[in-house]
């Protein structure tokens, strides 16, 4: 019989591992997890084997990483945003594809913005990919996928740079189970309707950068620390306009433009924004938080906290939840970890 998983292909975010440092989180010998945020949703049969790959991200570390777990190409590919750290390894995915696999195009989803922003940095994969666009709040069926399964995209804020970045829901009709990939997150941009839906998520897996806010590295906050945040928030909600949220995603589309629209008229005001993992779990309360992609970087120079290792931050990640009053299991897993979804 057949089972499915959730495999952590890598957790490392941009800037994990600058040459010549070190950091607790990371083990530099062993597994590849410098820039590279990555997931794979399994199906496995009676022996183990994987019968069908859905990947979610393709950062620097993936090809070591999936060269070393099966040598297996991933079925189809589904992209949170257009960042290095999270669409470099997708040149060597999609060339191994089209080469040995009959010239055929290989499947990637994507929204348009984030299409585009690829093409216009890898212009040679246009012509080697068969892009499924994504629109803000509608489902599209995972044609790839060994049973059912959905994605469905909503826009996030992180950064002007990140054209069409996205958090993607994966829907699987026959486990049951949903899958929220928030991708890289400063400000989620979610109708209350949406919000309503995503409640009760069987996992969110999330961006955790930093411990404590920092927008200027345009990732969101697990928490926030008060009053000493303040003086690093403020100014940037000061700044902040419709315009600026509105200004890294495609406005071709109108059902892209109609989504934001209604964002906007969901949250008037600024204060109402969501700008912590915490905040956002408290809204949906998922059953399960997965936290990857930390640098902690920002907490050390401006909070003074150490940089933690990986039980290190899961114990801390239960505290912080147990502490706000949500029944939440909180995990940070090792890359390589598989996760039953059954």
Request: aromatic share 12%.
């Amino acid at each position: 019989m057949d089972r499915s998983y959730l495999r952590i292909n890598g957790r490392g975010n941009a800037w994990p591992i600058p040459i010549a440092q070190h950091h607790p989180f990371y083990d530099l010998p062993g597994a590849p997890d410098y820039a590279n945020a990555s997931y794979s949703i399994l199906k496995k049969d009676a022996k183990g084997k994987i019968v069908n790959d859905i990947l979610i991200d393709a950062g620097h570390g993936i090809i070591p990483f999936l060269l070393k777990n099966g040598n297996r190409i991933p079925d189809a590919l589904l992209i949170t945003h257009p960042h290095f750290d999270h669409t470099l390894g997708m040149d060597w995915i999609i060339q191994s594809y089209y080469r040995f696999r009959g010239k055929k195009k290989y499947p990637v989803y994507a929204t348009k913005g984030c299409r585009e922003q690829i093409i216009k940095t890898m212009p040679h994969l246009e012509e080697l990919c068969a892009f499924t666009e994504l629109s803000y709040g509608r489902p599209e069926r995972v044609k790839e996928a060994a049973g059912e399964m959905t994605v469905t995209a909503y826009p996030v804020y992180h950064g002007s740079h990140a054209r069409g970045a996205a958090m993607l829901l994966v829907e699987m009709g026959e486990a049951g189970k949903q899958l929220l990939f928030t991708g890289d997150v400063l400000l989620p941009m979610l109708r209350r309707t949406d919000m309503d839906r995503l409640n009760g998520v069987d996992w969110l897996v999330t961006d955790a950068n930093n411990r404590f806010s920092y927008p200027k590295t345009n990732h969101w906050s697990v928490m926030r620390r008060q009053p000493e945040d303040t003086e690093y928030l403020k100014p940037w909600m000061e700044s902040l306009s419709e315009d600026i949220l509105m200004q890294p995603h495609n406005f071709q589309s109108y059902v892209n433009y109609q989504y934001l629209l209604d964002f906007f008229r969901d949250f008037p005001g600024k204060e109402a924004y969501i700008l912590t993992v915490l905040e956002f779990a408290g809204h949906i309360r998922p059953v399960n938080l997965l936290l990857s992609h930390y640098s902690g970087l920002e907490d050390e120079k401006y909070y003074g906290e150490r940089l933690l290792d990986t039980p290190g931050l899961e114990k801390w990640g239960q505290e912080v939840v147990k502490r706000a009053g949500l029944n939440i299991m909180v995990k940070v897993p090792e890359t390589g970890e598989l996760i039953g979804l059954e």
